[in-house]
């Protein structure tokens, strides 16, 4: 699902085997498509990418599965996003449709 959000959002993502990455500064626009859309963002992890691979980074890692409401998930991953986001970072979003 995150593929095509970003697809119809006109965000760039890279594309692995296991998971669609959002770059960090592409993180908003991102979100808000996600809002649009009415999806729920149950949690985030973030990685760099190296070589043909992908390192997580352990700080940079949200549990939102607990909140119900799709708009609050996007305004706490929101601003999770903007107090971790560095250059290289890349996130993967679990999503639900709300």
């Given at each position: 699902m995150a593929h095509h959000i970003a697809k119809s959002a006109g965000v760039p993502f890279h594309l692995t085997a296991t998971a669609t990455l959002i770059a960090c500064?592409?993180?908003?626009?991102?979100?808000?498509?996600?809002?649009?859309?009415?999806?729920?963002?149950?949690?985030?992890e973030g990685f760099d990418l190296v070589g043909d691979g992908r390192r997580p980074d352990m700080e940079a890692i949200l549990d939102l599965s607990s909140i119900e409401d799709a708009n609050r998930s996007v305004d706490e991953a929101q601003a999770f996003v903007a107090e971790?986001?560095?250059?290289?970072?890349?996130f993967e979003?679990?999503?639900?449709?709300s």
């Open positions: 500064s592409e993180a908003s626009v991102f979100l808000e498509a996600c809002r649009t859309e009415r999806v729920k963002i149950l949690g985030t971790v986001c560095r250059d290289g970072l890349m979003f679990q999503l639900a449709s």
